[in-house]
């Protein structure tokens, strides 16, 4: 089993920056790709950010030039450093993990960007 724990989200004005952290524990030598979803009122949950082991990322367009994902190894953690913030971007962010066939997730944490 493997446990994610998000934090860092909270409360911004719209052009600010907030860096969100997602600490992996558990059978933690399991864990190969992390990511961050989000998922805003009335909307699917979508994908923000993915780092695989190898340390390559991809973003949603979106997001692209003003999120950074990325990973501390020799700690399980994944980060994502949100700048440029936008009411947009305005949701709860969950962190999610995979190992083998397992997808895990975190319990998320609200961002909220004002305008």
């Known amino acids: 089993q493997v446990q994610l724990m998000e934090s860092g989200g909270g409360l911004v004005q719209a052009g600010g920056s907030l860096r969100l952290s997602c600490a992996a524990s558990?059978?933690?030598?399991?864990?190969?790709?992390m990511a961050w979803y989000r998922q805003a009122p009335g909307k699917q949950r979508e994908l923000v950010a993915s780092?695989?082991?190898?340390?390559?990322?991809v973003y949603a367009d979106s997001v692209k030039g003003r999120f950074t994902i990325s990973r501390l190894y020799g700690k399980n953690t994944v980060y994502l450093q949100m700048n440029s913030l936008k009411p947009e971007d305005t949701a709860v962010y969950y962190c999610?993990?995979?190992?083998?066939?397992?997808?895990?997730w975190g319990q998320g944490t609200q961002v909220t960007v004002s305008s």
């Open positions: 999610r993990a995979s190992g083998g066939i397992y997808l895990y």
């Open positions: 558990g059978s933690i030598s399991s864990l190969n790709g």
């Open positions: 780092i695989t082991g190898g340390g390559s990322a």
